[in-house]
């Protein structure tokens, strides 16, 4: 569950900084953790717009992150715009 959760949260919070709008020093970025009922709940919080449906693939300068949340997580999804909310679910 901590590898898992490592994981996670570095791509979480690697794609607010790259793709988030959390760039200038008074924007923050945001991670929430807990424990509820045999799950860990994370949520990263950015400045930025979010995505859309099929926005989110594998590209050549990388991005395997959300793809990893697909096989990690036991759910995920995005909430809000500007600011915008990811949110995974982990099996404790």
């Keep these: 569950l901590v590898g898992d959760a490592l994981i996670i949260v ?8 790259r793709h ?3 760039r200038a020093p008074d924007e923050r ?6 424990l509820l009922e045999g799950l ?3 949520e990263v919080t950015d400045p930025g717009p979010g995505f859309g449906p ?4 594998p590209r050549a300068d990388g ?3 959300l793809h990893l949340l697909d096989r ?3 759910r995920w999804g995005v909430a809000g715009s ?10 404790g």
């Design 10 to 17: 570095s791509e979480l919070v690697t794609n607010a900084i």
């Design 20 to 22: 988030g709008g959390a």
């Design 29 to 34: 970025v945001r991670v929430d953790a807990a």
């Design 40 to 42: 860990l709940r994370v």
């Design 54 to 57: 099929g926005g989110h693939g």
């Design 63 to 65: 991005g395997y992150g």
């Design 72 to 74: 990690l997580a036991a």
């Design 82 to 91: 500007s600011p915008v909310t990811v949110w995974v679910e982990l099996p």
